[in-house]
């Protein structure tokens, strides 16, 4: 079945340092998107990301899809405090309106 | 954007028993799905709750274990039945936007079986 796996499992970071999780699809994507989930909340879309080789940003956030698209990456230039949570992307296959989460990279950054 | 009202928040149930949870949705969604998080997990989808025919399950879900209900394009209802232990998770619907942009998620049901 369907396979997205996400690295690393688990971040430390101190305020101010670089963070990136990278997710992996064992088959082409339609698009890919991202999630945060803060403690003992659901996930929250971030963005989604469609045509491959694409890059967006929002704000400190970078978000690249692969030239094959079974691949994307997400960075966080000078972390916050406030970026503490859980990073998930999520694959949806070709003519699937489904997504299939990614195991998740939990962020912790100490101030 | 959609706002999904899922109950119970949370729940504790003895172990053999059944548990149903709900999800309700502002607008009218095609699409409803069913995802399971154990806790520091990531989610597993358990099925697509289809309006008008049988929901459809991933592999290792299987209906016997969680009925689904879709009964119009704003409800569905998620039982997860003769409960054990292992059941013991949270439980989140979810919808997808008209274009499928992005899911958007309940509260969750953090479901304990003792």
């Known amino acids: 079945g369907q396979q997205v796996m996400q690295i690393p499992q688990y971040q430390h970071v101190q305020e101010g340092e670089d963070f990136t999780t990278y997710c992996n699809s064992s088959?082409?994507?339609?698009?890919i998107q991202w999630y945060k989930q803060r403690p003992g909340g659901h996930p929250v879309f971030l963005i989604q990301?469609?045509?491959?080789?694409e890059v967006k940003k929002q704000k400190r956030l970078t978000f690249q899809f692969g030239e094959a698209k079974k691949n994307s990456s997400l960075h966080i230039t000078a972390t916050q405090t406030t970026d503490v949570g859980t990073y998930f992307c999520?694959?949806?296959?070709?003519?699937?309106?489904?997504?299939?989460f990614g195991s998740g990279t939990k962020l912790n950054v100490k101030p | 954007s959609a706002v999904i009202s899922q109950k119970p928040s949370r729940d504790i149930c003895q172990r053999g028993t059944s548990l149903t949870i709900q999800c309700q949705v502002d607008s009218q969604v095609t699409m409803m799905f069913w995802y399971r998080q154990q806790p520091g997990q990531s989610l597993t989808l358990i099925a697509t709750?289809?309006?008008?025919?049988?929901?459809?399950?991933e592999s290792g879900f299987v209906i016997d274990k969680f009925p689904i209900s879709r009964p119009n394009l704003t409800f569905s209802t998620l039982t997860v039945s003769n409960m054990s232990p292992e059941d013991s998770s949270i439980y989140l619907c979810?919808?997808?936007?008209?274009?499928?942009?992005?899911?958007?998620f309940g509260q969750g049901t953090r479901l304990t079986v003792v």
């Open positions: 999520a694959g949806n296959l070709y003519n699937f309106n489904k997504f299939y």
């Open positions: 709750a289809n309006q008008g025919s049988e929901a459809t399950y």
């Open positions: 990301l469609v045509k491959s080789g």
């Open positions: 979810s919808v997808v936007s008209q274009w499928g942009t992005e899911a958007f």
């Open positions: 088959t082409t994507l339609s698009n």
